[in-house]
């Protein structure tokens, strides 16, 4: 049988993003898959030599629009730590709340394209729809729809009212009834099952070798979640990583319906159990010497290796984002499939293009 | 002042750690390469074990070319790519080598990175 | 009378095409949300098509690299005129906070000619919606000069 290469991208109607997959077929099988990147670089981990570390939390927000808040807070934490900054305990709970709102949002946006990827086009408007609760939400309490941009070096800039939270709780009460409804369509229904278990298989070995993270990676059973590392204020909220066991897309996205309804729990407890008092520490000096701090992005684990040289430019800035490290398991999981399921198997990974180049 | 608690490995040691660390159970996070001063890179390997973490420091002279670990662990592969990219960082037995053109057209200037001076591209 | 049915039907709905050149996804999944039930413009008959040359609004966010301006270029000559372009987004306009990086061209005017520039980090849906309307005068514009 003949082989053809086929491209993927980079502008393809499932992807909103671009990448370039060359796929090599014989007949309708996907034999290999190569990646080709880089439509998205900008290299803003060299703005550190221009931007002093105040600065880079604006930068490291847009590397990803999605998950914004959780890479200020990596950022904030590891200069915190290298400072020495001790962060108000209400602060530490302000971040949960909104970092678990961006993870209700990222993955109910994820929920919604991976819906239409498979042709299921009513569903992706009805999470939609529900995501745009929490997009009201971060409008708000903290004035932007997107990047909210509420972390500063030393806590946060803004606080919540008690209105405020009551609100949330009611808004949240109603996004986890309208989840709940579509539970049945996602995880029983026939044709849904039919276009995803068992396509696109990760056995937990390939998994844990290739350096899968977060869904992908608890997808295929491995139960590892950073949020364990009770960063934040996640030492005093009752959390436990959310898997399931078949590495199939099926499985990747069971886990992240069932973390969107344990997010929706996490924002209760934080907002129940948070303490008063002051939201940010005045601080003095430059950041100095080298660390890594790693958190929990939606996607998955989010590594940032600083270095300080004592100036207010910090001297490295290495970000590791999840979907950079989900690629090998994706082109792990391509070979072997049929060429109409290739759009499903590469949103089972929920690629994050802006965060891989950075 | 903080620091990271790394193993110091050697261009010749660098291959048999990363196997030894990925046949105990370890699991490679990510590699990030540093521009150290004009004449040196520094390259760190970070691992994770059930949430432990554990990291090998690689120094070497600009210039120099450095044996690749992705024969012994694929996911290394892209990071590789990235560092020859950014840095111009030479690795050998690369396969699946991009070439510095990962994300980088011919038109950019060559490792863009580099603080203090362009690495040599073979 | 087709030729009347099709100018009356181009600036009634007008079909979309989105491309993302390099943004944080701010702004895509902003104009994702346009065509969401909140918003909801296919109501007014935008549609958003994956095919450039069924296109005639082509919506481009973030800012240009060395790489993805071919792209781009590409996207641009393959959409058939009249055609608008709508710049989204502080990257889209002049780079935003990317504009110093090593690999950023800068605007997407650098590359191709911009009908109308959506300002906002990240620009809001119903600033994108605002943009699309104030365009089609541009495009009936466009469309009697090429009647003439």
């Known amino acids: 049988m003949a082989r053809t290469i086929i491209p993927f991208g980079p502008q393809h109607p499932v992807l909103p993003e671009p990448i370039h997959l060359k796929l090599v077929v014989e007949d309708e099988i996907v034999k290999e898959a190569l990646p080709q990147l880089g439509y998205v670089h900008r290299g803003l981990e060299k703005l550190t030599e221009i931007r002093d570390f105040n600065q880079m939390i604006q930068i490291v927000e847009r590397v990803c629009g999605i998950c914004s808040k959780i890479h200020a807070m990596c950022f904030c934490q590891g200069v915190e730590e290298m400072m020495g900054i001790e962060v108000p305990e209400r602060a530490k709970f302000l971040r949960v709340i909104w970092s678990e709102l961006h993870r209700i949002h990222s993955h109910l946006l994820w929920l919604g394209l991976y819906a239409d990827a498979f042709g299921f086009e009513s569903v992706f408007m009805q999470f939609w729809r529900i995501r745009e609760k929490i997009m009201d939400i971060n409008e708000a309490t903290a004035g932007n729809r997107v990047i909210v941009s509420v972390n500063v070096v030393g806590g946060t800039r803004a606080d919540l009212s008690p209105e405020q939270c009551n609100w949330i709780l009611q808004e949240l009460d109603w996004v986890e009834k309208e989840t709940k409804r579509l539970q049945a369509v996602m995880l029983d229904d026939y044709t849904v099952k039919k276009r995803t278990v068992g396509v696109g298989v990760l056995t937990r070995e390939q998994a844990y070798a290739l350096g899968a993270a977060g869904p992908t990676l608890r997808g295929s059973g491995v139960a590892q979640d950073m949020r364990q590392f009770k960063y934040a204020a996640f030492d005093k909220i009752d959390f436990a990583p959310v898997t399931a066991p078949d590495g199939d897309c099926y499985s990747r996205g069971k886990v992240r319906f069932l973390e969107t309804l344990q997010s929706v729990d996490l924002v209760r407890q934080a907002i129940s159990r948070m303490p008063q008092g002051e939201i940010a520490t005045k601080f003095k000096g430059n950041p100095e010497g080298e660390l890594v701090t790693r958190v929990e992005q939606p996607r998955g684990e989010l590594l940032y290796y600083l270095k300080g040289n004592g100036t207010k430019f910090l001297e490295r800035v290495r970000i590791r984002t999840p979907t950079f490290a989900n690629i090998p398991p994706l082109l792990a999981m391509l070979p072997g499939c049929e060429l109409a399921d290739v759009p499903v198997i590469a949103l089972s990974i929920d690629p994050c293009i802006s965060c891989t180049e950075r | ?122 | 009378m087709l030729k009347n049915m099709i100018q009356t039907s181009r600036l009634k709905s007008p079909w979309i095409i989105h491309f993302d050149c390099g943004s944080c996804n701010g702004c895509d999944i902003e104009v994702l949300a346009c065509l969401t039930p909140l918003y909801d413009v296919e109501r007014f008959g935008v549609v958003n098509v994956g095919n450039p040359k069924h296109a005639d609004v082509l919506l481009v966010t973030g800012t240009v690299n060395h790489r993805n301006k071919h792209v781009l270029k590409n996207i641009y000559d393959q959409m058939p005129n009249p055609k608008l372009v709508i710049a989204i987004g502080a990257c889209g306009l002049s780079g935003g906070v990317f504009r110093e990086a090593p690999n950023v061209v800068g605007g997407v005017d650098k590359v191709i000619p911009v009908d109308v520039y959506v300002p906002g980090c990240p620009a809001k849906p119903e600033a994108i919606i605002d943009a699309v309307v104030a365009g089609l005068g541009k495009l009936a514009e466009l469309q009697k000069q090429a009647a003439i």
């Open chain 2, 1 to 122: 002042m903080k620091t990271l608690d790394t193993i110091t490995v050697t261009p010749e040691t660098v291959v048999g750690e990363v196997a030894k660390l990925v046949t105990s159970g370890w699991r490679m996070i990510t590699m990030s390469c540093v521009d150290l001063s004009p004449e040196q890179f520094e390259v760190l390997y970070h691992f994770d074990k059930e949430l432990a973490e554990t990291h090998l420091r690689l120094t070497f002279p600009k210039g120099m070319a450095i044996p690749s670990v992705t024969p012994t662990l694929f996911m290394a592969v892209l990071v590789e790519n990235e560092i020859k990219d950014h840095f111009g960082v030479c690795f050998d037995g690369l396969p699946l080598d991009f070439d510095g053109k990962l994300y980088l057209e011919e038109e950019v200037k060559a490792t863009p990175f580099c603080k203090y001076s362009t690495g040599t591209k073979q």
